[in-house]
């Protein structure tokens, strides 16, 4: 057996055997084994991605394709091949039909007609080409690979372009091209358009390659929609808008709504600014970006994004630019929940799912018609009556506990005092057992009726990327252990007591004289009004861009949350989100102990139904009680499943405006019905 096999004539390939021939990989096998396939091999390049000069992504999210067409079209150098080499695995078996594909490839010469400089690093060049005997297809937005060669040298370059206009009657290409000062092809053209040594250069062009984004009718007659999605947001970093030009002047986009995001590094590197102004349709909007700094590109375009659209299955966002541009804004969007990302790796007709990670926004708007949904937020009269009856609600149940347990809290306190605990030890014991089990009792309780299918009508549907995994059930729940058993007895007898001892609350706590009735209905009004506050805002800062990735995100992992979720965040968030508005209003009063524990019990109840998964409508005395609050926790599964806004109770976000996606979503009752019916198209489907 030779030490190598020659792998790719055209490539110049060969990859080193230093093991016996393995069988030949199916694509899925070659993608379960992280490997591209190059001219009728497979190559791991998994080891390899976190090197490649054009960003990771440019290879993981080719995985079990083949990539002959676009390796060769980028005209690799000599030591790119080498690398490949070393990475060979096995043969591959290769896609007939991709097969087919590449053999219906076209090569022609080209001829340099006419130039124009666009910005002070961009040309526009046009070439044609001689009569053929079969007409040349070029889909828009599909690149082509320009092989441009110096005769007088005897050396060749290559690279993909896509062009802004291929008129195939007229037998003309038109590119808009960015020239670096380093860049081979570059020094090449340029000498081209600025010498007169263009009869020294030869030109040719071979396509249609890339198998970008399109819902393809009938390919071979040239009618491809580009998308038919309701929304569709177009995202271009410097020359990455020519893809963009040529399918807009195609007119072939079929989305109702069609948002341009253009981002450049200065307003001179803008390309085709003033077409793009004049040929856009009154309908599209136009977003121009020039960041200042290359650490806030992928901020403001998420900003720009988030403006016109909202995450959701009727969304779908392309990005074209250079590989780290659409790496990181390609990121950016997961983190914004956008599931449907396209970027100039994606197959073809293939929306390229991400998995969302979270939103680093803590000004989260959205455009309905060029207009933020005011008028979707409901009436101020409407918000005005719901806060004040939830205001004077919320304390009674609290109230009503209170009281009940009071004697049993005098029976366990006074046998404690007998038995010589101190005031310390015995609030951190009492504290830390209390909400232990309270954790224990209502996260139990959703685990069981979610075991035993109870309740199902009242269950919020998830998608199968918003279910946690095995590894974050685990994690979960080992932080819970952690925290109940080590860390919480530490803070609450270091920490709270310190602070108790300083209001003079720890004193109270063998005080055995009942609070009255008003008492503990305005002690709890108060932490109830301070929390709803301190919460909303604390919460909105956690989700700023340096706060969301350093803190906030964690608690995020969770996409569609169940109730022992609730706690699972970063210590600092902890501390800034949970802590302090929930002990705020207690600190401020001075209040017995005994409250204080209530208190906690209380928002750890409201905190485990707003991250259980369940909208409980079961009784309207319930609900008055607010024993069951569907209405929060759906504004809460919106927030987890869609990561825009909904920060905090719903009059704080309507009177800081930040619920524009979940008015667009029709709030409470168009959110609920929505995820009913996906339920039960989901159980259709499966029946």
């Not at 790719?8 to 030949?24: E, I, N, W, Y």
């Not at 290409?173 to 670096?180: E, H, N, P, Q």
């Not at 403006?307 to 990121?331: K, L, W, Y």
């Amino acid at each position: 057996m030779n030490a190598e096999v020659e792998l790719g004539v055209a490539g110049g390939v060969t990859a080193d055997k230093k093991s016996p021939m393995l069988c030949k990989l199916t694509a899925e096998e070659a993608k379960a084994r992280k490997c591209i396939i190059y001219n009728g091999a497979a190559f791991d390049v998994s080891s390899y991605a976190s090197k490649h000069p054009g960003g990771e992504m440019m290879l993981t999210s080719r995985y079990g394709e083949d990539v002959t067409d676009d390796f060769d079209a980028l005209g690799h150098s000599d030591h790119a091949k080498e690398v490949l080499k070393t990475l060979y695995v096995a043969e591959a078996i290769v896609d007939e039909e991709a097969g087919a594909s590449r053999r219906n490839l076209w090569t022609v010469p080209l001829k340099l007609t006419s130039s124009r400089q666009l910005t002070s690093s961009t040309w526009e060049l046009t070439f044609e080409w001689e009569q053929l005997p079969e007409v040349l297809i070029l889909a828009p937005g599909r690149h082509v690979k320009l092989t441009t060669k110096d005769t007088s040298q005897a050396t060749a370059c290559s690279r993909s372009y896509t062009p802004v206009d291929f008129n195939a009657a007229a037998r003309t290409v038109i590119f808009g091209i960015k020239f670096y000062d380093k860049g081979e092809m570059s020094q090449l053209l340029l000498r081209a358009v600025t010498m007169s040594v263009a009869d020294q250069l030869t030109f040719e062009m071979t396509g249609p390659l890339g198998e970008i984004m399109y819902n393809e009718k009938d390919i071979s007659s040239g009618e491809t929609v580009y998308s038919s999605s309701e929304n569709l947001v177009l995202i271009a970093g410097g020359s990455g808008i020519t893809p963009f030009l040529a399918v807009l002047r195609s007119k072939k986009i079929e989305s109702k709504k069609v948002t341009l995001v253009y981002c450049a590094k200065a307003q001179d590197d803008l390309m085709y600014e003033e077409e793009i102004r004049a040929q856009l349709p009154e309908e599209y909007q136009l977003r121009i970006l020039c960041p200042a700094l290359r650490e806030t590109v992928a901020k403001e375009v998420i900003e720009a994004v988030n403006s016109c659209a909202a995450p959701g299955r009727d969304t779908t966002c392309v990005v074209c630019g250079p590989p780290p541009f659409e790496e990181a804004i390609h990121r950016a969007l997961a983190s914004e929940n956008f599931t449907q990302v396209l970027t100039s790796t994606s197959s073809a007709g293939q929306k390229k799912k991400v998995r969302p990670q979270g939103g680093a926004s803590s000004t989260p708007q959205v455009l309905v018609n060029g207009k933020r949904p005011f008028d979707l937020y409901p009436p101020a009269s409407i918000v005005l009556r719901k806060t004040v009856s939830k205001i004077l609600r919320e304390p009674i149940l609290p109230t009503a506990m209170a009281l009940l347990l009071w004697p049993v809290y005098v029976l366990i306190a006074t046998f404690f005092q007998s038995q010589g605990f101190g005031e310390r030890t015995f609030f951190t014991g009492f504290s830390c057992i209390l909400f232990a089990v309270t954790y224990m009792f209502f996260n139990s309780f959703y685990a069981l009726i979610e075991h035993q299918r109870w309740f199902e009508r009242h269950k919020i549907d998830r998608e199968p990327h918003q279910l946690g995994s095995w590894e974050q059930v685990k994690a979960t729940l080992r932080d819970a252990f952690v925290s109940r058993v080590f860390v919480a007895p530490l803070i609450m007898y270091w920490v709270m007591c310190f602070v108790l001892d300083l209001r003079g609350m720890l004193q109270m706590t063998f005080v055995f004289t009942r609070p009255t009735v008003s008492e503990l209905y305005v002690s709890f009004l108060v932490a109830s009004l301070v929390n709803t506050v301190g919460f909303y805002f604390a919460h909105r800062m956690l989700h700023s861009s340096f706060l969301y990735a350093k803190i906030h995100k964690q608690h995020h992992e969770w996409k569609g949350t169940v109730s022992y979720s609730a706690e699972y965040a970063h210590p600092a968030e902890q501390l800034l989100a949970n802590y302090l508005p929930t002990f705020g209003g207690c600190l401020l009063l001075g209040v017995h102990p005994w409250i204080f524990c209530i208190w906690v019990c209380e928002r750890l109840r409201e905190t485990y139904e707003a991250h259980s998964g369940y909208a409980f409508k079961v009784n309207p005395l319930l609900d008055f009680l607010n024993i069951t609050n569907s209405e929060n926790a759906a504004e809460h599964d919106f927030h987890h499943t869609h990561n825009s806004g909904n920060f905090g109770s719903g009059p704080m976000d309507w009177l800081c405006g930040t619920m524009d996606a979940w008015a667009v979503a029709g709030q409470e009752e168009g959110y609920l019905e929505a995820k009913s019916e996906e339920k039960l198209s989901y159980m259709h489907s499966h029946s």
